[in-house]
């Protein structure tokens, strides 16, 4: 089996940060936890009541797969290459309770979920349900947890903005009677798959169509569907920043472009990713 790179970190010789929570979570969880070495980005958009909540996290469970795809940057994992454009998730799968939600009639079957497994000791609060977007227990937001951390600031708040308008559009329709088409779990986690897999090069699934289309296809779409909301916002040179990384690629684009396919490249990448992160600050 080939060896990890000296200069990369490998999860069993990083230390954890000596907290009672994080002691707690190994202790229940073991390796699954001990090897989850990974960097995500969440992003919450505050949102008026827990009721208004659920009916749009259900509805923007759709849209995760799109922004997801956007993000990816973790396309080496222990010094190789790993093929997918997000490693990340695959490592993160193997914790319980994570990934695309659930639909959820109401707000009090939400709450019921979660009080079920705290009454049976599956967790101590709703901070442990890891899902890609959730309700937050202690705030009034919708944090979404499925994006990998971008190299450059700019994606990062291009990301936060993209969450915003779609959490607000939806907004806007539900205040009008109106909806987003709900699709069942299994259905999106096919999108996520690809997302993780290609990134922005492949093809997602339009479920109304019963077809693949491009990425950069639906990704117009999006932008075209929150079009009428981001002025005011103030965002739309935030969320046009999508068309940047259609044109130059996502982090994990860039990475691989970047390396030579060598274990001395990764060296490379490494100082590429630390000038990246430095870029507009």
Not at 134 to 162: Q, S, V, W
Request: hydrophobic share 40%; net charge negative.
């Amino acid at each position: 089996m080939p060896q990890p790179h000296a200069s990369f970190s490998h999860w069993d010789e990083v230390a954890i940060t000596d907290n009672p929570r994080y002691h707690e979570i190994v202790d229940e969880m073991q390796d699954a936890a001990r090897g989850n070495l990974i960097f995500g980005l969440h992003v919450h958009v505050g949102v008026e009541s827990r009721e208004v909540g659920i009916q749009i996290m259900n509805a923007v469970r759709y849209f995760l797969p799109h922004i997801f795809a956007l993000s990816t940057n973790s396309p080496f994992w222990l010094g190789r290459n790993t093929g997918f454009k997000s490693y990340r998730v695959k490592v993160f799968d193997k914790f319980p309770r994570t990934g695309i939600p659930d639909y959820y009639d109401t707000v009090g079957e939400y709450d019921n979920y979660v009080n079920l497994l705290v009454k049976t000791n599956c967790i101590d609060n709703g901070k442990k349900i890891w899902y890609d977007v959730r309700l937050h227990p202690f705030y009034n937001t919708l944090e979404f947890r499925i994006c990998d951390i971008p190299m450059r600031i700019d994606e990062t708040i291009c990301m936060a903005a993209l969450f915003q308008a779609i959490v607000y559009k939806l907004y806007k329709l539900l205040r009008q009677n109106l909806g987003f088409r709900i699709y069942r779990r299994a259905l999106i986690n096919e999108n996520k798959w690809r997302a993780a897999r290609y990134g922005i090069d492949g093809k997602l699934i339009d479920f109304g169509k019963q077809e693949e289309v491009d990425f950069k296809i639906l990704c117009m779409e999006l932008l075209a569907f929150v079009n009428d909301v981001v002025d005011e916002l103030g965002s739309r040179d935030e969320v046009n920043y999508v068309l940047k990384i259609l044109q130059t690629g996502t982090g994990a684009d860039r990475q691989l472009n970047h390396w030579d396919g060598t274990e001395e490249g990764l060296k490379k990448v490494v100082d590429y990713i630390v000038e990246e992160t430095h870029l507009g600050l």
